[in-house]
């Protein structure tokens, strides 16, 4: 009976000890993380080692015999200033430089970039692994002297590579060709066709002067687009509009010329392309080249053109209406002599004729969606340009 009392007032005791145990640990816990919490409050965290002096200890430097640079180009250094824009179906970058790193250790490389008086210098900071190989696509930025140029030009692309604040590993010139700004590189199967857009200049003088000369042909001189109509009578106003840009174009006297020759390796699948400045103020035009004018001319008003491309030949159209389904389309290759409804019976005829797999239409709004955005005048491009060259010479 004593044996049994003794154990069980020895059990009441271990069981409160224990709970004193638990209660101790939780409150020194407690306090160990109130404390921390506190610290880093009041302190801040340190901030991470730069990278380089991070990799320096474990990396150490890695022997040039250890590193292999090979540089591509893959458009064979052809350059179309007019696809550098956006993201086009069919194009390559300038170059592609392929690092190789044989060691046992990360590699850091610092690549520059630059055309000499046609680009913006470019840099990029890489880690290659080791044993490893990175791909390193150089496209850099052009001036808007290249969107101004309007010749097929030799330019040399110059990449150098260094370690972070070490010497230059590599050097190496490659000749490249820069494309006149005016050259569409239309891609296989024509996947480029959407830049087409970007000939598409609805605020060029020579485009507002188009749209002014086409209120003569017009009830009241109004051309409001696609405003101030309801939806029953917003096509007919579409239609009249349409039709006074026709005949402001053909009362300029514009007529048919074939198209300029592109130089260079992808002649088959290029073409230069007229900006309206120069329709309009030459008086000539191909299909393509006098549907752009049109084009202009319509998205001025704030309506939707289009631009239809089928094998050999390019037409106009235009949307009769906001978000509307039914398209106006129209064969400007009629002017000079032509009438506005013989354009409309052309581009039927077209439409009917030709299967639909073969019918591309660029719908401008939707480039536009895409960020394909009007070429700048050669007045911009050179007044832009002129304006870097004083900040520059400001600053030195």
């Not at 610290?39 to 965290?45: D, H, K, L, Q």
């Not at 064979?76 to 390559?92: H, S």
């Amino acid at each position: 009976m004593l044996f049994r009392s003794v154990s069980l007032r020895a059990a009441r005791l271990l069981a409160v000890l224990f709970a004193l145990t638990t209660l101790l640990f939780a409150a020194a816990l407690a306090g160990s993380w109130y404390y921390v919490y506190q610290y880093v409050s009041r302190e801040g965290m340190p901030p991470p080692p730069a990278l380089p002096q991070a990799m320096h200890p474990a990396a150490g430097p890695v022997s040039p015999l250890q590193i292999n640079y090979k540089l591509d180009l893959p458009g064979r250094g052809e350059i179309f200033p007019a696809l550098t824009a956006g993201r086009a179906a069919d194009y390559w970058p300038v170059a592609v430089l392929t690092i190789s790193n044989a060691s046992d250790r990360p590699l850091a490389q610092t690549v520059a970039a630059q055309i000499p008086g046609w680009s913006e210098p470019a840099q990029h900071s890489l880690i290659i692994g080791p044993h490893s190989t990175r791909n390193l696509q150089i496209s850099p930025e052009l001036l808007p002297q290249a969107l101004a140029n309007q010749e097929f030009r030799r330019a040399t692309l110059e990449v150098r590579v260094s370690s972070p604040q070490g010497p230059e590993h590599y050097f190496q010139e490659r000749p490249v060709f820069l494309h006149s700004a005016y050259d569409l590189y239309w891609g296989k199967s024509f996947s480029n066709a959407q830049f087409i857009a970007r000939w598409v200049t609805p605020h060029d003088p020579a485009v507002l002067r188009l749209v002014a000369e086409a209120r003569r042909y017009i009830r009241n001189g109004r051309m409001p687009g696609y405003s101030g109509s309801d939806k029953v009578n917003v096509e007919p106003q579409a239609r009249a509009q349409a039709a006074a840009i026709f005949q402001a174009l053909k009362h300029s006297g514009v007529s048919y010329v074939t198209s300029i020759y592109t130089f260079g390796d992808f002649s088959s699948d290029a073409q230069r392309i007229r900006l309206p400045q120069e329709t309009l103020t030459l008086d000539t035009a191909n299909c393509i080249d006098v549907s752009v004018a049109f084009a202009s001319a319509v998205e001025n008003l704030g309506m939707d053109p289009a631009i239809v491309i089928v094998p050999s030949h390019a037409f106009a159209g235009v949307r009769l209406g906001r978000e509307a389904q039914d398209w106006l389309y129209l064969d400007l290759t009629v002017l000079p002599r032509g009438t506005f409804q013989q354009a409309l019976s052309r581009a039927e005829h077209w439409l009917k004729k030709t299967p639909p797999s073969q019918v591309l239409m660029v719908d401008v709004a939707a480039a536009r969606a895409l960020r394909i955005y009007p070429i700048p005048s050669l007045e911009q491009n050179i007044s832009v340009s002129t304006a870097k060259k004083r900040a520059i010479l400001s600053s030195e």
